[in-house]
């Protein structure tokens, strides 16, 4: 999405519309009146847990649905919070939202071993969710998403981090998928 701006990204990634329809065109935080994946969720008759950290555009721009909102102090409070959910097996859909990286990008170089650490401490908290889908709702068709809303580049000015250009280092991001095609295979028949 563009401007690779949080609030941009996130409303782009659960949404499916581009800023001219769901409203966010720069970093803001309004809630989204437009349809949203959790929406259509409620409408099949499923359940969504969003857990993130407190204030967080993931946060706020989502409410006012009937979803699970748990906000959390810090990124740990994250993990814990939504391993917990996995384990009750209450829930369709649990998005968990840390936010250590971004925050350690714009204070230094998106490159340097500060926010290199805090990016592990994410890949670290996505293999522990991703093992809790596996184990708790092995009896459902399952997927677990790594999902980045915007990369990031250093800002030679500043020397520090930060993202909203169109440039690759800001627009290309990967995300990456844990999933069991053998249980979507069973529920479909």
């Known amino acids: 999405a563009f401007p690779p701006k949080t609030p941009v990204c996130f409303a782009g ?3 499916g519309a581009g800023p001219g ?5 720069r970093y803001e935080k309004p809630v989204l009146a437009c349809d949203t994946l959790f929406d259509a969720l409620v409408r099949a008759g499923g359940r969504a847990a969003i857990v993130a950290v407190e204030d967080s555009s993931i946060d706020m721009i989502f409410r006012g649905r009937d979803v699970d909102y748990l906000s959390e102090p810090d990124d740990g409070s994250v993990l814990g919070c939504a391993l917990d959910l996995i384990g009750r097996d209450g ?3 649990v998005v968990a939202y840390q936010q250590a990286y971004d ?3 714009h ?16 890949v670290r908290a996505f293999a522990l969710l991703s093992e809790s889908v596996r184990k708790h709702w092995a009896g459902h068709p399952r997927v677990s998403v790594f999902a980045p809303d915007h990369g990031a580049h250093l800002d030679a000015g500043s020397g520090m981090g930060d993202h909203g250009l169109d440039i690759p280092d800001d627009m290309e991001v990967e995300h990456f998928w844990d999933l069991d095609p053998a249980a979507a295979l069973r529920a479909a028949t």
């Open 13 to 15: 990634m659960f949404t």
């Open 91 to 93: 829930h369709d859909l």
């Open 103 to 105: 925050d350690l990008l």
């Open 21 to 25: 329809v769901h409203g966010i065109r």
């Open 107 to 122: 204070r230094a170089d998106p490159f340097g071993t500060e926010a290199l650490t805090a990016l592990e401490g994410h």
